[in-house]
């Protein structure tokens, strides 16, 4: 986030110095007074002198507060889920407002179930007559659509794309003001959005060059889409998902898993949490049963695990017909292999890119700059004759 205004690495590095290993509670309180340090600093009149100071400083200070909540969800009555998040959408919202043409917060009504889309919508041009290529991006598990300013959005503007970020059930802003959690029928969530850049955007959008992006868990949310929503003229995958469930099995013990396996529900549930209090998972496995229960709206482990193991694209890969860049991270630990399923199971409509290296890592971390040129190489080549 650093390349695109939205944090600066001696700070970071400074709160990664005192927060405490396996201490969750120091990684809230260190990103919580560097957020209230940086909101200060967006704050002084002295620094407004001209719209990039407002606009990075914000950025940043709603990026540290987004941050600040990341390990608070196993309290879903924890003030600082709600309070944090406030913070961060005024702080993102006054970063929009300092682009040179501003973002706009919309809420699209679903057409089927009971729920609304949030979405911000950014404009590449101020040439109202002007049809340009256009990105419909969704993140996954956890990140914001605020998150995807810095990785997808601010390198789309500079390349003349349009874009749409979108929220569903289950992702930050509709979990917490809607109290929905995730469902796998995602084309009830980007349908909808499709349907307002047609009513809404359709002078300023170039329909043939219509690409959707689906990043981490995204990246299964896009494909359902995708399969059931035929307005796409291209699919990004960062990176390709074939199954969601190894992710979670994969992180509990062997004799966990067994018992969910057997259907011995109540047993499970009572050891996953009790193996969860005393320490004995990891900060990573802890905070995914954190997350999924406050995402999935489940207290439940079972219920979750039950759940997670309906994202799989091999049920409707065979009704996705569009051209698909399907990204490969080398040291990506939570889909290892599944970019080569989805890529054998789409044929020739897909594109494997490998990341190595320093980009090889979940979702290229760290490594945006090769993320976009591979992407955006892709995208040109595929939609150029469109």
Not at 114 to 133: E, G, H, M, Q, R
Not at 209 to 234: D, K, T
Not at 287 to 299: I, K, V
Not at 311 to 331: A, H
């Amino acid at each position: 986030m650093a390349i695109t205004g939205g944090a600066d690495i001696g700070p970071i590095l400074g709160v990664a110095k005192n927060i405490i290993a396996g201490d969750m509670t120091s990684f809230t309180q260190e990103f919580y007074a560097l957020a209230n340090y940086t909101k200060a600093q967006a704050e002084n009149p002295d620094n407004a002198y001209d719209p990039i100071n407002v606009r990075d400083t914000w950025f940043s200070a709603a990026n540290y507060f987004r941050k600040a909540d990341n390990y608070l969800h196993g309290n879903w009555s924890e003030p600082l889920v709600n309070s944090l998040w406030a913070e961060q959408t005024a702080a993102f919202d006054k970063g929009i407002a300092a682009l040179p043409i501003p973002g706009e917060r919309v809420r699209i009504p679903a057409t089927k179930g009971n729920f609304t889309v949030d979405a911000i919508w950014y404009a590449a041009s101020d040439n109202k007559n002007a049809k340009l290529p256009t990105l419909v991006i969704g993140n996954g598990f956890d990140a914001a659509q605020e998150d995807s300013y810095h990785n997808y959005v601010a390198p789309a503007l500079a390349r003349g794309w349009n874009c749409i970020t979108y929220e569903g059930p289950g992702q930050p802003t509709v979990r917490r003001d809607q109290n929905l959690g995730f469902i796998p029928e995602w084309e009830l969530v980007v349908t909808p959005v499709v349907d307002y850049l047609f009513r809404e955007k359709l002078h300023v959008i170039d329909t043939d060059r219509l690409a959707l992006v689906g990043n981490s868990l995204g990246s299964y949310l896009a494909s359902r889409a995708a399969a059931f929503e035929h307005r796409f003229s291209a699919l990004v995958l960062i990176d390709g998902m074939w199954d969601y469930f190894p992710s979670y099995a994969n992180a509990i013990p062997a004799e966990l898993l067994g018992m969910f396996e057997a259907g011995n529900f109540t047993e499970f549930d009572q050891t996953i949490f009790e193996s969860r209090e005393s320490g004995k998972l990891s900060t990573i496995a802890g905070w995914g049963l954190d997350q999924g229960l406050w995402a999935y709206y489940t207290h439940s482990p079972s219920d979750l695990f039950t759940k997670v193991k309906q994202y799989r694209i091999q049920d409707f890969v065979d009704k996705i017909k569009i051209p698909v860049f399907v990204g490969d991270g080398e040291y990506d630990s939570l889909y290892p292999g599944q970019p080569q399923q989805v890529k054998d199971a789409l044929g020739e409509k897909a594109t494997l890119h490998h990341f190595n290296g320093v980009a090889g890592y979940h979702c290229q971390t760290a490594a945006g700059q090769e993320l976009a040129r591979a992407m955006f190489a892709w995208l040109n080549k595929t939609l150029s004759n469109a």
